[in-house]
C-alpha cells in the first residue's frame, strides 16, 4: 500500500498553476490574485462626513452644551453626491450628510442627535463639543493612492471584491479556476430513465463529483459516462485532456478490474495505480496525459467522493495556484464510539460536524459501507482516524471538513 502522504506528493509533483489573466470581477470570487494590487486612487477619494449632522469650525463648538448652547446660521446643505462648495466661515455650520463631501474651512461634524433646530433650520443650535476631525474621513484613510491595497496570491473573498472596485480595478488578474473534465466509465451504467437491465445500475457519480468539484470552486464540466469501449474511451480522455486543465475519471480502477478504461488510460498517460493506506478510497490512479493530470477516482460512489476530498483538491488547489491545498482540519469531540481495528490505513468516516456549546461535535453517520452514497449524503466532514484502535466517546478526533459546520 502507498501511503497517504506519498500520493498526495505524487499528485502535488505533476499539478501547477495556471497563468494568471484578467477576470471580470463577477467571475473572480474565489480565485487567487496573480500578482500585488496598488490602488490607483485614494479611498475615500475626498474627506467627507461619517455622520448626518452639522459641519463645524470646531474651535467656536468648544464649550458647548445642552444648558450652554452654541449658535450657528446654517448657510449651505450638503448630500452625498452634492459637491460642497459653501465655505463654513466664522459663526456658520453647514447642514451635512453621511458620506458628503467636507465643506471647506469646517474641521469637524457634530451628529444631528446633538443638535436642535430641526430639519429646515436657518439657525442651528449646538449641544456639544467637538475636536477637530471627528466624524471625519479624511482622504485615504481606508487605501493611500500608490499603496499596496492587496497582495498577489490573496484568495479573492466577497471584501476583496469590494475593495477592487473600489479603487476602480474592474478586471483582477487571477490565476483562473481549474476546468475539471468529469467522465464516469463502466458498462453497468445507465445515467438515463432506461429501465435497469440485468446487471445494470444507476449512474451516480458524476452529478456527484461535479457539485462537489464546483462546491470547492472548482469550474467542472459533465462529460458523460463512457462504457467500455476501447476507442470510445480514447476518445473522450484526449478531448477531456485537451479542452481542461484536469480530467477525473471514476471506475475501473480497482484491482483485478476488467474495465478498459485502465487498459485505455495506460497506453494513451503516464499513469500510476496506486493502493493507499486509507479506508474507503484505497484504489487511486494519477497520471499525465498530454499535460494534463488525470485523477482516476475508484468506482464506489463513497469511495470517489472520499477521494476527490482528499487527493482531488490539492492537486486542484494548486493548479489554482492556492497555497492552502487541503481541505481544512479542525479538532472535534466524538459523539459515538469510533473503535477501529488496525489495518495498516487510516480510516475516513463520513460524520456530522455541528457546533454545541461552543465545541464542535462529529457524529458518525449511520452506514460507513463505501457504496451508502445516501448515509453519506448527510455528512459536511470526514473523521480521520490513524491507523490503531479509534477513539472512545468523548475523545478529541480531527476532523476534515468537506463544507463549514453552520449549525
Ligand atoms: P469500479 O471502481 O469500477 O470497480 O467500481 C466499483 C463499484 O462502484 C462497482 O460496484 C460499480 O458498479 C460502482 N460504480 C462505478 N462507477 C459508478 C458510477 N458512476 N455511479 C455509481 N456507481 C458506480
Ligand atoms: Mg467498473
Avoid at 485505455?264 to 499535460?291: N, S, Y
Wanted: net charge negative; with cysteine.
Amino acid at each position: 500500500m502507498v501511503p497517504f502522504d506519498e500520493a498526495r506528493a505524487h499528485v502535488l509533483s505533476q499539478c501547477s498553476p495556471r497563468g494568471p489573466v484578467p477576470v471580470a470581477l463577477a467571475d473572480a470570487l474565489g480565485c487567487v490574485l496573480g500578482g500585488s494590487v496598488v490602488a490607483p486612487e485614494a479611498v475615500p477619494p475626498w474627506a467627507n462626513s461619517a455622520m448626518d449632522g452639522f459641519a463645524v469650525r470646531s474651535n467656536e463648538v468648544a464649550g458647548a452644551s445642552d444648558q450652554v448652547p452654541v449658535r450657528l446660521d446654517v448657510v449651505d446643505t450638503v448630500a452625498a453626491g452634492a459637491a460642497a462648495i459653501t465655505p463654513v466661515g466664522p459663526g456658520q455650520a453647514v447642514r451635512i450628510m453621511t458620506g458628503a463631501p467636507m465643506p471647506p474651512g469646517a474641521d469637524a461634524v457634530i451628529m444631528v442627535e446633538r443638535t436642535r433646530g430641526g430639519p429646515s433650520a436657518t439657525v442651528i443650535e449646538i449641544l456639544d463639543s467637538v475636536e477637530a476631525g471627528r466624524n471625519v474621513r479624511l482622504a485615504g484613510s481606508d487605501i493611500e493612492a500608490g499603496a499596496q491595497v492587496l497582495a498577489g496570491g490573496t484568495v479573492l473573498g466577497p471584501a476583496h471584491l469590494g475593495v477592487l472596485a473600489s479603487v476602480n480595478v474592474r478586471r483582477p488578474v487571477v490565476i483562473p479556476r481549474p476546468r475539471l473534465g468529469v467522465i464516469s466509465t463502466g458498462d453497468e451504467l445507465v445515467d438515463d430513465d432506461r429501465p435497469l437491465g440485468p446487471g445494470q445500475i444507476r449512474e451516480s457519480n458524476r452529478p456527484m463529483l461535479v457539485a462537489l468539484a464546483r462546491s470547492f470552486g472548482v469550474d467542472a464540466v459533465d462529460l458523460g459516462t463512457v462504457g467500455d469501449d476501447r476507442d470510445a474511451l480514447a476518445e473522450a480522455l484526449s478531448r477531456a485532456a485537451s479542452t481542461c486543465d484536469a480530467v477525473a475519471t471514476s471506475g475501473g480502477v480497482s484491482m483485478g478490474d476488467f474495465d478498459l478504461v485502465k487498459v485505455v488510460l495506460d497506453e494513451l498517460a503516464d499513469m500510476r495505480w496506486m493502493q493507499i493506506a486509507i479506508r474507503p478510497a484505497k484504489p487511486f490512479a494519477f497520471g499525465v496525459l498530454g499535460g494534463t493530470p488525470v485523477f482516476g477516482l475508484p468506482g464506489n460512489p463513497v469511495s470517489s467522493m472520499v477521494s476527490l476530498a482528499l487527493l482531488g483538491v490539492p492537486g486542484l488547489r494548486r493548479i489554482a495556484g492556492r497555497s492552502d491545498l487541503d481541505l481544512p482540519r479542525v479538532q472535534a469531540v466524538a459523539d459515538g464510539d469510533l473503535r477501529r481495528r488496525p489495518d495498516g490505513r487510516a480510516a475516513y468516516l463520513r460524520a456530522v460536524c455541528s457546533w454545541n456549546d461552543g465545541r464542535l461535535h462529529a457524529r458518525p453517520v449511520t452506514g460507513q459501507g463505501s457504496h451508502q452514497l445516501a448515509s453519506a449524503a448527510d455528512a459536511n466532514a470526514l473523521i480521520e482516524l490513524p491507523d490503531g484502535e479509534g477513539a472512545a466517546f468523548g475523545d478529541h478526533v480531527t476532523v476534515v471538513l468537506l463544507s463549514p459546520p453552520l449549525a
